[in-house]
C-alpha cells in the first residue's frame, strides 16, 4: 500500500503469565497494516483476542498481560511505550474507541453533552463555551433527536440507540485518524443496529478516519469493510478484500462462520466437527485442527503460517479450499 | 383439530407505582400453536414478547384475555405448577451462565424435573443420560459443573433441562442472543433436531431474525404488544407486508456484500416508550403511510393469503413496493453452492 | 414538585419511626436494676414512705399505663423531671446537648479532614510508604480505646508538657462565657470577639476533638480508601482512561462516584457519637448529653435515660435525612 500505515502491527504477542500454569498467549504473532481511510473489520467469537488486540493499539494491555514480541505502531509512535502522559494526549484525539454498552461505561453522574463537551475541552484547548458548543453539534451530527434537550441528559435516561450515538460523537469529536469500534452494536436491536452503523460509516468517511471494526458478526463486515481479517486463537487466519473474500473464503473457520447463516442443516454439519471429535491438539499443531473437519496429519504436527494465495487472499493452512468451485 | 395453545387477546397492563400511569405491554395478542409447530414471536426490545411469554407460564398474571392449553383454560397464575401441568410446559431462558446453578453438576441440573415429577433415581440419571445424547454431550460433562462449559454447551444443557420431561411445548425466551454465532447455528440445528424427534412445539421468543428463518413454521411480529403480522415462515421473509416487518427485514444483515438492504421504505426514530400509548395503529408516529384513519383506528388483522395476517390499512400499497426483501432466497442458494465444495 | 413531597413523607415517617423507638426503650430502660425511691431517700429510709414515694411516681401503676403517661408526656413536650437535677430532663438536655454536638462535630470534620485525603491517597498508590503508614493507621485507630488515647493525650499535653489548660469541662471556671449564638462555646465566643474565653474554650476543645478525630478517621480512611479503589477500577473510569482525559480529572470523576458511600458512613458515625462520644465526655467532663444520660442509668434515673433517647432519635432521623437528601444531590440516578 503506498503512504505510511496509520497502523502497523508486526509480529505481536501477547501473553498474560501466571505462577503455575503456561502463560496464555492472547496473541499470538498478529500482523495487521492499515493505511489512512481504510475500513477493515476483525472478526472474531469470543475468546478469540480481538478485544486483546483492541486494547493492545491502545497500549493499555491490562495488567499482567505485556507484549512479549513484536510491536504495534500508531501514526509511526509505540504507544505502550510511551509515558501515561504523553499517551493520554493520543487517545480520545488522534485514536478513539466505540465502546459497547454505553450506557454502563459512560460517567453515570454527569450529563451526556458535559461528557462529550470535556474531549473538545481537554484536548482541543476550547473554552468550555466553545466546548458545549461543539458538543451540541455532534450531538446534532449523531441525529440525537432533539439535541439542546437530550445535551442535559444523563446516561440512565437515554436508550441504548440514543447512548451509542453519544459514544459515537465522543469518538469522533477531536477527528481521529483511527477509531476502534468494538463490538460496537451488539446488545441493540436489529432495526437500532442498522441506523447506529450507517451512521458510523457516513461519519468515519467524512472524517476521513480508518476504523478497525472489530465484531463477532460476518454479516456486518460484509457491508462496512473493505477488508476483512478473521481471527481463530490469536492469530489471523485468513485476511482478504471484502468482494474476494466472501465470494470464495479459504480458511475452513471462515467458511464455518458463514455456515452459520445458511438455512441447510446438513451443509452445516459438514463444516462443524461433533463435540467428541474435537480432540485438544499438541502445542505445535494448527491451532483450528481440533475444531477443523479438513484436517491431516500435517495440521496437528506443523503450525501453517499466514500464506499469500493465488486469489490475493492471505490464508493461515495447509490445505486452504480450493479457489474455483 | 384442536390447537395445543390458545392464547386469546392477552393483554398485560403493568401499573407504575406512584405515577398513576400504566405501562401497556400487551395489548391484545392473540395467537395458536398446533402440536410439533415451531412459533416465533420476533420484536424488539420494548415489544412485549418477553411478558407474552411469561404470561403464558403462569410466571406473572394477565390483566385480561384467555390461554388455553390443551383445550383446558388456565387460571390465573397457578396452574403451570398443578400437577396435571407439571412438565408439559417448559422453558429455556437467555443466559444459560445465569439460569444453571454452578454448584451443581450438569446430570443433576438436567434431571431436576424429573424429581418433581416423581421419578426415582435410577431412572432420572438413566433418563439424564439419554438426553445428554441426543444433545451431543460429551459423556464426561454429566459429572462437571456448569463454568466448566462453554457457553453453547451451557445452553445445550438448559434446553436438556427443559426436554427432559418430554414438554409438550416449549417457550424459549432468546435462548441464541448470548452466544457467539457458530454456537448460535449448533443450537439451531440441535432444537430442529429434537422437534423432528420427540414433537415438541415451540415458541420461540427473539430478536434474532436470521435464527428465525431456519427453525419456524410461522412467524408473529409484535410492536408494543401488538402483533402486526403473522405469515408462515417462508412467505414472511419473501414477501412482508406489513411496515414493521418490512423494516425489520430490511435491517437484517447478510453476509454477503452484494446483498444490500435495498428498501423503500425506511422507519426513522426509534421505538416509543409503552406508557399511555395513543389509539390508532402503534406504528402510526414512524410509518411513512400512516393517515388520519391510522392514527384513529387500530388495524384488525386481516388476511392475505394461507395463514398469512397482516394488521394494516395500507398493506396493498407495501405489496406493490418493488421491495421484495429476496435476499435470503438468493443468499441461500449461493451460500449453498459455496458450502457444497470441499468439506473433508 | 416532588421533591417537596419526599421531604414532606420522610418527615411523617418520623412519627411512627419515633413511637417504636421510645416504645422499645421504654421497656428496656424499666428492666434497669436499681429503686429510684431508694436512692432518693436514702438507705435508711423506712418501707412506708418508700412505698409512698414510688406511689407518687407513679411506680406502682401497671407498665403500660405507664408507658401511655409517659407517651402523653412527651406529645405534650413534657419529659419529665431528673431527680438527681431536680429539672425538667428537656431543661437539662437543652444545657448539655450543645455541648455534646459541639464536640462531636468538630471531632467528626478533624476526623475527615485525616481519615479523606489519607483515604484517596491510599487508594491511589499500591505501594510505598503513604500506602503503608495509612494501612496501619487505619487497623490502629480501629484498636484504640477512646477513653484510653484521652488519657494518653492529656497526660503528654497537659500533665508533661502543659500546653493544655486542665481537662475540666468546657471553658475555665473564672472566664465568662460569651452569649449563646449556636451553642458551641467556641463559635460564640469568635462571633461576640472575646478572646479570653476564646482561647478558654478552645484550649478545651482541643483535646477531646483530637480524640475522637484521631480515632473515627481509622474507618472514614477504610471506607473511602476501598470505595475509591472500587470506583477507579470501574468501567467508565476505563472508558475516560481511553478517551484520554487527565488523571486528575478522571480521579475526580471517580471521588465523585465513590462520595454517597463515604457520606453513608460519615452519616453512620455521626449518629453513634451523640451517645458514643460518652467516655470522651466522662475523661473530660465535658458536661454533654451523654454523660447526663449515663447518669441516670447508673442511679436509676429514668427520666433522663429516656430523654436522651427521644432527642438522640429525632436527631438521628434529621441526619438521615439530610444524607437521603444529600444522594439526591449527588446521585441523578436517584431522581428518576
Known amino acids: 500500500m503506498s503512504g505510511r500505515a496509520i497502523l502497523d502491527v508486526a509480529d505481536l504477542w501477547v501473553g498474560f503469565p501466571s505462577y503455575r500454569q503456561a502463560t496464555q498467549h492472547a496473541l499470538r504473532g498478529i500482523d495487521m497494516r492499515i493505511a489512512p481511510g481504510e475500513m477493515i473489520g476483525l472478526v472474531g467469537e469470543s475468546g478469540s483476542g480481538k478485544t486483546t488486540l483492541a486494547r493492545a493499539v491502545m497500549g493499555l494491555v491490562p495488567p499482567p498481560g505485556v507484549i512479549e514480541r513484536g510491536h504495534v505502531l500508531f501514526g509511526g509512535r509505540n504507544l505502550a511505550a510511551l509515558g501515561d502522559e504523553e499517551r493520554r494526549k493520543v487517545l480520545g484525539r488522534e485514536l478513539a474507541m466505540v465502546i459497547p454498552n454505553p450506557r454502563a461505561e459512560l460517567n453515570p453522574v454527569q450529563t451526556v453533552g458535559r461528557q462529550i463537551s470535556n474531549i473538545a475541552f481537554y484536548h482541543l484547548g476550547a473554552t468550555r463555551k466553545e466546548a458545549d458548543r461543539i458538543a451540541l453539534d455532534m450531538l446534532r451530527a449523531v441525529r440525537i433527536p432533539d439535541p439542546e434537550r437530550r445535551f442535559a441528559a444523563y446516561p440512565h435516561e437515554l436508550s441504548g440507540g440514543m447512548a451509542q450515538r453519544v459514544v459515537i460523537a465522543i469518538a469522533l469529536v477531536c477527528s481521529p485518524k483511527l477509531v476502534i469500534s468494538d463490538d460496537a452494536t451488539s446488545g441493540l436491536d436489529v432495526t437500532v443496529q442498522a441506523q447506529v452503523l450507517d451512521l458510523l460509516q457516513t461519519m468515519v468517511r467524512e472524517k476521513g478516519a480508518a476504523t478497525l471494526f472489530i465484531t463477532r458478526d460476518i454479516a456486518i463486515t460484509a457491508h462496512f469493510c473493505t477488508r476483512i481479517a478473521v481471527i481463530y486463537a490469536g492469530e489471523i487466519v485468513e485476511i482478504a478484500e471484502t468482494r474476494s473474500f466472501f465470494a470464495r473464503p479459504r480458511h475452513p473457520y471462515s467458511i464455518m462462520l458463514l455456515a452459520a447463516f445458511s438455512h441447510n442443516p446438513a451443509l452445516r454439519a459438514k463444516w462443524t466437527r461433533s463435540e467428541e471429535s474435537r480432540r485438544a491438539t499438541a502445542a505445535g499443531g494448527c491451532a483450528f485442527a481440533a475444531r477443523c473437519v479438513r484436517r491431516q496429519p500435517r495440521c496437528e504436527q506443523e503450525a501453517p503460517p499466514l500464506r499469500p494465495s493465488a486469489t490475493g487472499h492471505e490464508v493461515r493452512c495447509h490445505f486452504p479450499v480450493e479457489a474455483a468451485a | 383439530m384442536t390447537a395445543m395453545l390458545d392464547v386469546q387477546n392477552l393483554v398485560k397492563r403493568f401499573p407504575l407505582a406512584g405515577t398513576g400511569k400504566v405501562v401497556q405491554a400487551v395489548n391484545g395478542v392473540s395467537f395458536t400453536i398446533a402440536r410439533g409447530e415451531t412459533l416465533s414471536l420476533v420484536g424488539e426490545s420494548g415489544s412485549g414478547k418477553t411478558t407474552v411469554g411469561r404470561c403464558i407460564l403462569g410466571l406473572i398474571d394477565a390483566t385480561a384475555g384467555d390461554i388455553e392449553f390443551d383445550g383446558k383454560r388456565m387460571g390465573r397464575g397457578r396452574d403451570i405448577r398443578s400437577k396435571v401441568l407439571r412438565g408439559r410446559i417448559q422453558l429455556v431462558f437467555q443466559e444459560p451462565a445465569e439460569s444453571l446453578d454452578p454448584r451443581i453438576r450438569v446430570g443433576e441440573t438436567l434431571a431436576e424435573p424429573l424429581r418433581h415429577l416423581g421419578i426415582g433415581r435410577a431412572d432420572r440419571e438413566k433418563r439424564a443420560r439419554e438426553v445428554a445424547e441426543h444433545l451431543g454431550l460429551p459423556a464426561r460433562a454429566l459429572d462437571q459443573f456448569p463454568p466448566e462449559l462453554s457457553a453453547g454447551l451451557q445452553q445445550r444443557v438448559g434446553i436438556g433441562r427443559a426436554i427432559i420431561t418430554r414438554p409438550e411445548l416449549v417457550i424459549l425466551d432468546e435462548p441464541t442472543s448470548a452466544l457467539d454465532p457458530t454456537a448460535r447455528a449448533e443450537i439451531v440445528d440441535l432444537l430442529i433436531r429434537l422437534q423432528a424427534e420427540f414433537g415438541t412445539a415451540y415458541l420461540l421468543i427473539t430478536h434474532d431474525l436470521s435464527t428465525v428463518r431456519f427453525v419456524s413454521h410461522r412467524v408473529a411480529v409484535l410492536y408494543l404488544g401488538t402483533i402486526v403480522e403473522e405469515a408462515p415462515s417462508e412467505a414472511l421473509f419473501a414477501r412482508p407486508l406489513h411496515p414493521y416487518s418490512v423494516g425489520l427485514l430490511a435491517s437484517v444483515l447478510l453476509p454477503d456484500p452484494t446483498l444490500t438492504h435495498t428498501s423503500a421504505l425506511r422507519l426513522e426514530g426509534e421505538i416509543p416508550s409503552p406508557i399511555d400509548l395513543p389509539p390508532g395503529c402503534p406504528l402510526a408516529g414512524r410509518c411513512p403511510f400512516a393517515d388520519t384513519r391510522c392514527h384513529a383506528e387500530r388495524p384488525a388483522p386481516v388476511a392475505v393469503g394461507p395463514q398469512h395476517f397482516v394488521s394494516c390499512f395500507h398493506h396493498q400499497k407495501i405489496a406493490a413496493l418493488d421491495s421484495t426483501i429476496d435476499n435470503f432466497a438468493r443468499f441461500q442458494e449461493e451460500s449453498t453452492k459455496l458450502l457444497s465444495v470441499g468439506a473433508g | ?336
Open chain 3, 1 to 336: 414538585m416532588h421533591l417537596l413531597r419526599y421531604i414532606g413523607r420522610r418527615i411523617l415517617f418520623v412519627i411512627p419511626q419515633l413511637f417504636g423507638i421510645i416504645l422499645v426503650s421504654f421497656f428496656l430502660v424499666k428492666l434497669i436494676p436499681g429503686d429510684p425511691a431508694v436512692m432518693m431517700l436514702g438507705p435508711t429510709a423506712s418501707e412506708e414512705s418508700l412505698h409512698d414515694l414510688r406511689d407518687k411516681m407513679g411506680f406502682t401503676k401497671p407498665l403500660i399505663s405507664q408507658f401511655v403517661r409517659y407517651l402523653h408526656d412527651v406529645v405534650r413536650g413534657d419529659l419529665g423531671t431528673s431527680w438527681q437535677t431536680t429539672q425538667p430532663v428537656t431543661e437539662d438536655l437543652f444545657q448539655r446537648f450543645p455541648a455534646t454536638l459541639e464536640l462531636i462535630t468538630f471531632g467528626l470534620l478533624l476526623a475527615i479532614a485525616i481519615g479523606f485525603p489519607l483515604g484517596i491517597a491510599a487508594a491511589r498508590l499500591k505501594r510505598g510508604p503513604v500506602r503503608k503508614f495509612a494501612d496501619y493507621y487505619g487497623l490502629l485507630a480501629g484498636a484504640m480505646p477512646d477513653f484510653w488515647l484521652a488519657l494518653v493525650l492529656i497526660y503528654v499535653f497537659y500533665t508533661k508538657l502543659n500546653w493544655i489548660p486542665a481537662p475540666l469541662g468546657r471553658i475555665d471556671m473564672a472566664v465568662v462565657p460569651p452569649p449563646t449564638v449556636t451553642g458551641s462555646l467556641v463559635i460564640d465566643s469568635l462571633l461576640a470577639g472575646d478572646l479570653d474565653a476564646l482561647s478558654s474554650s478552645f484550649g478545651h476543645l482541643i483535646l477531646p476533638v483530637l480524640t475522637l478525630g484521631l480515632i473515627n478517621a481509622g474507618p472514614i480512611l477504610k471506607m473511602t480508601q476501598s470505595t475509591v479503589e472500587r470506583t477507579l477500577a470501574s468501567d467508565f473510569v476505563r472508558y475516560a482512561e481511553m478517551c484520554g482525559l487527565p488523571r486528575r480529572v478522571v480521579l475526580r470523576q471517580a471521588i465523585r462516584a465513590a462520595l454517597p458511600s463515604i457520606v453513608t458512613i460519615v452519616s453512620v458515625l455521626y449518629g453513634f457519637l451523640i451517645g458514643g462520644a460518652v467516655l470522651v465526655e466522662i475523661v473530660f467532663s465535658w458536661g454533654g448529653a451523654g454523660q447526663y444520660a449515663v447518669q441516670g442509668v447508673l442511679n436509676a434515673d429514668v427520666n433522663p435515660v429516656l430523654g436522651f433517647v427521644v432527642f438522640s432519635a429525632v436527631l438521628s432521623l434529621i441526619i438521615y435525612l439530610l444524607v437521603d437528601l444529600l444522594y439526591f444531590a449527588l446521585d441523578p440516578r436517584m431522581r428518576g
